[in-house]
């Protein structure tokens, strides 16, 4: 059964959840001054959003009082994809709003920052005391000699610290990069030397799972192949001494300085992500400050319904975007929860252990996360004090269908669950979280404000009910602005306008539903074509890991030479688990009977493990090219990969097939 067939929602909000929440407050706000529609709710703003996109945006800055110290000429002066112009003429700066409540003096004391690790051991910081410290490291970050538009980048965990690194390089209109400290020195450096950063923020080591993990050597040889560093500064999570030549992040820190926000074109970058990079160099992606500013906004505004009484915990890592999208909650003054951790130590529980600890509002976690800790069996509702949660949203992935229904039965009943998606590219969601429409099952509730959503088939006819690609017609002001070292734009075209030139095609099958919900079936350039029926493999991954046996499981489809059509199903198995014709016989049952006798696999192979991103997606592309005969060192780039090992079995594998 497809997620679109359960029709009851498993949750509804409230009448006045509905009069409540900030998106109607707003909506109602800009049909007085904007013209937007005062009835039809959602559906009929976002019709609007996407119809008025000039309107729209102009509500969004108006809404959330974005100070421009220079007035824009127009909201959207180029239209054109990519390449879109954004608010001409105007100046502003993201750390400026990011640190407005500190001039609140009913809030200047409360928590700006809600750090906890795997001790359990929790520190506040204040909003005074974070404004304070970015002050004072802007000042110095100064004296160092960055400009506007040098790069500073981090290897660092989810600590404080980098935050107030963060924020001290967008108040100097600096561009920030960060990566985990997991990150191995060639995955880092495939990063950062693209961009030739002047400063270099490291930890000595960090702990994780329980144990130290020292870092010394990596930070030396990052410090040895970044030719461009003029300063290194030393922060000791686990208390070693600086390293000779490096400056101490408490010297760096303890002044009581003003912040100074260098105001800077609304197009001027905040900072460079990066793709995960799995078949070559991660493509390095800019941002601009204005177009997040704005963006994030309208999510974590509008969309996760933060403000100044929410605690907002995203589990995530410095390497992946959700750490920048969690660091945006403090534009609507809500506190943030930095866990710097495990996500299973001491167990499974960890992360409702932190929510109830922090009293978190909105819980962010992975797919993956529901899935093992329904697989493991615990409660969290029942063990601990959850009461505070509001919502609970997941990205990474899909949410299968068993995801949402164990939120619903073992979290609470009355529980927004909203499955987000969007991805680095835009650092945000294209569908997801709606605080006023309903649940259902295995689906996202709608398109997002502004975002021009659709579903389209090869030759650009827009689908409803039926799967097409990821589209999205109009531009938003968080696209990139370009990739770094791509003077032409070539590789930036290539990568999101070749198909439908104007067009951002963003890689993933969707069906948008009669009702106008989202469904995700998974990468679209990692297809499963049978039969001239495409798939997506998020499908056949919700139903096989219903299975007790299989902890997690890899498909995919490959082109044989003569017109043939392979399609292995690899499974990771459970301890104890065997894979013997009765587990066979199962999973091609279950395929059968959840999806369609076209999705049962024509074998299916047990693998020592799925390899996954250094951001933990599974590695589909890489794989197939792997089982097509390309040479592992052709078919993806070492430095992407979790466990690299693990691709060996694939590269094995066809050899013994060819």
Same mark, same amino acid.
């Given at each position: 059964?497809?997620? @679109? #067939?359960?029709?009851?929602? +498993?949750?509804?909000?409230?009448? /006045? %959840?509905?009069? $409540?929440?900030?998106?109607?407050?707003? =909506?109602?706000?800009?049909?007085?001054?904007?013209?937007?529609?005062?009835?039809?709710?959602?559906?009929?703003?976002?019709?609007?959003?996407?119809?008025?996109?000039?309107?729209?945006?102009?509500?969004?800055?108006?809404?959330?009082?974005?100070?421009?110290?220079?007035?824009?000429?127009?909201?959207?002066?180029?239209?054109?994809?990519?390449?879109?112009?954004?608010?001409?003429?105007?100046?502003?700066?993201?750390?400026?709003?990011?640190?407005?409540?500190?001039?609140?003096?009913?809030?200047?004391?409360?928590?700006?920052?809600?750090?906890?690790?795997?001790?359990?051991?929790?520190?506040?910081?204040?909003?005074?005391?974070?404004?304070?410290?970015?002050?004072?490291? @802007? #000042?110095?970050?100064?004296? +160092?000699?960055?400009?506007?538009? /040098? %790069?500073?980048? $981090?290897?660092?965990?989810?600590?404080? =610290?980098?935050?107030?690194?963060?924020?001290?390089?967008?108040?100097?209109?600096?561009?920030?990069?960060?990566?985990?400290?997991?990150?191995?020195?060639?995955?880092?450096?495939?990063?950062?030397?693209?961009?030739?950063?002047?400063?270099?923020?490291?930890?000595?080591?960090?702990?994780?799972?329980?144990?130290?993990?020292?870092?010394?050597?990596?930070?030396?040889?990052?410090?040895?192949?970044?030719?461009?560093?003029?300063?290194?500064?030393?922060?000791?999570?686990?208390?070693?001494?600086?390293?000779?030549?490096?400056?101490?992040?408490?010297?760096?820190?303890?002044?009581?300085?003003?912040?100074?926000?260098?105001?800077?074109?609304?197009?001027?970058?905040?900072?460079?992500?990066?793709?995960?990079?799995?078949?070559?160099?991660?493509?390095?992606?800019?941002?601009?400050?204005?177009?997040?500013?704005?963006?994030?906004?309208?999510?974590?505004?509008?969309?996760?319904?933060?403000?100044?009484?929410?605690?907002?915990?995203?589990?995530?890592?410095?390497?992946?975007?959700?750490?920048?999208?969690?660091?945006?909650?403090?534009?609507?003054?809500?506190?943030?929860?930095?866990?710097?951790?495990?996500?299973?130590?001491?167990?499974?529980?960890?992360?409702?252990?932190?929510?109830?600890?922090?009293?978190?509002?909105?819980?962010?976690?992975?797919?993956?996360?529901?899935?093992?800790?329904?697989?493991?069996?615990?409660?969290?509702?029942?063990?601990?004090?959850?009461?505070?949660?509001?919502?609970?949203?997941?990205?990474?992935?899909?949410?299968?269908?068993?995801?949402?229904?164990?939120?619903?039965?073992?979290?609470?009943?009355?529980?927004?669950?909203?499955?987000?998606?969007?991805?680095?590219?835009?650092?945000?969601?294209?569908?997801?979280?709606?605080?006023?429409?309903?649940?259902?099952?295995?689906?996202?509730?709608?398109?997002?404000?502004?975002?021009?959503?659709?579903?389209?088939?090869?030759?650009?006819?827009?689908?409803?009910?039926?799967?097409?690609?990821?589209?999205?017609?109009?531009?938003?002001?968080?696209?990139?602005?370009?990739?770094?070292?791509?003077?032409?734009?070539?590789?930036?075209?290539?990568?999101?306008?070749?198909?439908?030139?104007?067009?951002?095609?963003?890689?993933?099958?969707?069906?948008?539903?009669?009702?106008?919900?989202?469904?995700?079936?998974?990468?679209?350039?990692?297809?499963?074509?049978?039969?001239?029926?495409?798939?997506?493999?998020?499908?056949?991954?919700?139903?096989?890991?219903?299975?007790?046996?299989?902890?997690?499981?890899?498909?995919?489809?490959?082109?044989?030479?003569?017109?043939?059509?392979?399609?292995?199903?690899?499974?990771?198995?459970?301890?104890?688990?065997?894979?013997?014709?009765?587990?066979?016989?199962?999973?091609?049952?279950?395929?059968?009977?959840?999806?369609?006798?076209?999705?049962?696999?024509?074998?299916?192979?047990?693998?020592?493990?799925?390899?996954?991103?250094?951001?933990?997606?599974?590695?589909?592309?890489?794989?197939?090219?792997?089982?097509?005969?390309?040479?592992?060192?052709?078919?993806?780039?070492?430095?992407?990969?979790?466990?690299?090992?693990?691709?060996?079995?694939?590269?094995?594998?066809?050899?013994?097939?060819?």
């Amino acid at each position: 059964m497809t997620a @679109a #067939a359960y029709e009851a929602p +498993l949750w509804q909000p409230g009448p /006045d %959840r509905i009069a $409540a929440a900030a998106v109607t407050r707003f =909506q109602n706000w800009a049909a007085e001054r904007y013209g937007a529609p005062a009835d039809g709710g959602y559906p009929a703003l976002h019709r609007w959003s996407v119809d008025e996109l000039d309107a729209f945006w102009q509500a969004v800055a108006d809404w959330f009082d974005v100070r421009f110290s220079t007035p824009y000429e127009s909201v959207i002066g180029d239209r054109t994809m990519p390449g879109a112009q954004w608010f001409p003429g105007a100046t502003l700066n993201y750390a400026e709003h990011a640190l407005r409540t500190a001039d609140d003096p009913l809030r200047a004391d409360a928590p700006a920052l809600l750090h906890v690790d795997e001790t359990h051991t929790q520190v506040p910081i204040s909003w005074s005391e974070l404004r304070r410290r970015v002050g004072s490291l @802007a #000042a110095e970050l100064r004296a +160092l000699g960055v400009e506007p538009g /040098d %790069r500073v980048s $981090a290897y660092l965990p989810n600590v404080p =610290q980098a935050v107030v690194a963060f924020l001290a390089t967008a108040a100097v209109g600096g561009v920030w990069t960060s990566c985990a400290p997991d990150f191995g020195a060639r995955s880092v450096l495939d990063r950062f030397q693209q961009v030739e950063p002047v400063v270099l923020f490291a930890v000595d080591g960090y702990r994780y799972g329980g144990k130290e993990h020292d870092r010394a050597d990596t930070v030396a040889e990052l410090r040895r192949e970044l030719p461009t560093l003029r300063a290194v500064v030393h922060i000791p999570l686990l208390g070693t001494e600086a390293p000779e030549g490096a400056l101490e992040w408490s010297a760096l820190t303890s002044a009581d300085t003003e912040p100074v926000f260098e105001q800077v074109p609304f197009d001027h970058p905040l900072w460079v992500l990066y793709s995960s990079g799995t078949t070559g160099l991660p493509k390095a992606i800019v941002q601009s400050q204005g177009g997040i500013l704005l963006e994030h906004f309208k999510q974590i505004g509008l969309h996760c319904d933060l403000g100044p009484d929410d605690r907002f915990f995203w589990y995530t890592s410095t390497g992946w975007m959700m750490w920048n999208f969690l660091v945006s909650g403090l534009l609507t003054g809500t506190t943030l929860v930095l866990y710097d951790g495990s996500p299973g130590y001491p167990d499974v529980s960890a992360q409702w252990r932190v929510a109830e600890q922090t009293g978190a509002t909105l819980f962010g976690t992975s797919a993956a996360y529901v899935m093992a800790c329904r697989k493991a069996g615990i409660h969290p509702g029942r063990d601990f004090d959850l009461s505070r949660i509001q919502c609970v949203a997941t990205t990474g992935s899909p949410l299968p269908p068993d995801g949402f229904r164990w939120l619903h039965d073992e979290v609470a009943d009355n529980l927004w669950i909203a499955s987000v998606s969007g991805g680095t590219d835009v650092c945000s969601c294209f569908a997801g979280a709606v605080p006023t429409l309903p649940v259902h099952i295995g689906e996202l509730q709608a398109p997002c404000l502004g975002t021009d959503l659709q579903s389209w088939d090869p030759t650009g006819k827009p689908l409803i009910g039926e799967v097409g690609e990821l589209v999205v017609t109009a531009p938003l002001p968080s696209m990139p602005i370009r990739f770094w070292n791509d003077p032409d734009g070539s590789r930036y075209h290539d990568s999101y306008f070749d198909m439908y030139p104007g067009v951002w095609r963003h890689g993933d099958w969707i069906t948008i539903t009669e009702r106008g919900s989202v469904v995700i079936h998974g990468r679209s350039d990692s297809t499963l074509n049978r039969q001239g029926v495409r798939m997506g493999s998020a499908d056949i991954y919700e139903a096989v890991e219903r299975l007790p046996e299989i902890r997690e499981s890899l498909v995919i489809g490959i082109e044989e030479p003569d017109g043939g059509y392979w399609m292995p199903l690899f499974v990771h198995l459970a301890d104890g688990a065997a894979l013997d014709d009765d587990l066979r016989n199962s999973i091609k049952q279950t395929i059968r009977e959840n999806l369609s006798p076209r999705h049962v696999p024509d074998e299916v192979i047990e693998v020592p493990g799925i390899p996954h991103t250094l951001t933990g997606k599974r590695i589909e592309v890489p794989v197939k090219r792997l089982l097509q005969g390309t040479a592992l060192a052709k078919a993806v780039n070492p430095g992407s990969i979790d466990n690299l090992e693990l691709l060996r079995f694939y590269e094995d594998l066809a050899r013994k097939r060819a």
